[in-house]
């Protein structure tokens, strides 16, 4: 298996320019998590879904952020306007369902400078 | 409310010593317990889990992990440490069996000396 695929896995944009980040979560996975990791702030989870659909949107920062998965292989993060404040690595998990399995599965990240 | 606590920001250790990073958890239920890597510039590595059973767990890599429940702990070991895992290490909790929710620690960053 491929693993979790996200990308792209730098980006760099101006103030006020919208980011749109990309996953495709690990087949057959029937959880999707986006998570932000700062030194300040360490790992923040901001969304997950769970067949498709939003579950806990309660981390998202501000309207400014938004995230969709509009089928089971693919999800997008996106941030706009982008601040500077948004500068972070963003990641992308995935989890099997069921019973007794609940271990997250990351994919590399993408890294974001907003200048 | 939930939360993971390492208690250690950094470690240094010499390559061939052994290896103890510290986590202690709250959490009302019966805990499912993790330990991932972060090598610079990648992403989370799941080392092991812990949902029940055995409290002593085996990992990928040659690590192990011990849940002691009346300690609040899952303390995370290596009898005898290579240079390549040096890497950021996080324990966490998961929530409703962890497949929803994981509480992160805020890391221990580990330095191995030659």
């Known amino acids: 298996d491929a693993g979790v695929i996200q990308s792209p896995r730098h980006e760099v944009t101006e103030m006020g320019q919208e980011v749109t980040l990309r996953c495709k979560p690990i087949?057959?996975?029937?959880?999707l998590f986006w998570y932000r990791q700062t030194m300040m702030r360490g790992l923040e989870l901001l969304i997950y879904f769970n067949n498709n659909v939003p579950i806990d949107d309660s981390g998202m920062p501000e309207d400014r952020f938004s995230a969709k998965m509009p089928n089971a292989s693919f999800s997008t993060l996106k941030i706009q306007p982008s601040e500077p404040r948004d500068s972070a690595v963003y990641f992308c998990?995935?989890?099997?369902?069921?019973?007794?399995?609940?271990?997250?599965?990351f994919g590399p990240g993408t890294r974001l400078l907003v200048l | 409310a939930q939360s993971v606590t390492q208690p250690d920001i950094h470690i240094t250790v010499s390559e061939g010593a052994s290896l103890e990073l510290r986590c202690n958890y709250s959490?009302?239920?019966?805990?499912?317990l993790f330990w991932y890597v972060q090598s610079p510039g990648q992403g989370l590595q799941l080392l092991l889990k812990y949902f029940s059973g055995d409290t002593l767990v085996q990992g990928i890599k040659g690590f192990e992990a011990e849940f002691k429940r009346s300690q609040s702990s899952f303390n995370l070991r290596k009898p005898s440490v290579h240079w390549s895992d040096a890497a950021e290490y996080f324990c966490a909790v998961g929530l409703y069996g962890g497949y929803n929710k994981l509480i992160f620690g805020a890391g221990t960053r580990l330095a191995v000396h030659p």
């Open positions: 087949s057959g996975h029937d959880y």
């Open positions: 959490y009302g239920a019966t805990p499912y």
């Open positions: 998990a995935s989890s099997p369902g069921g019973t007794g399995s609940g271990a997250q599965y």
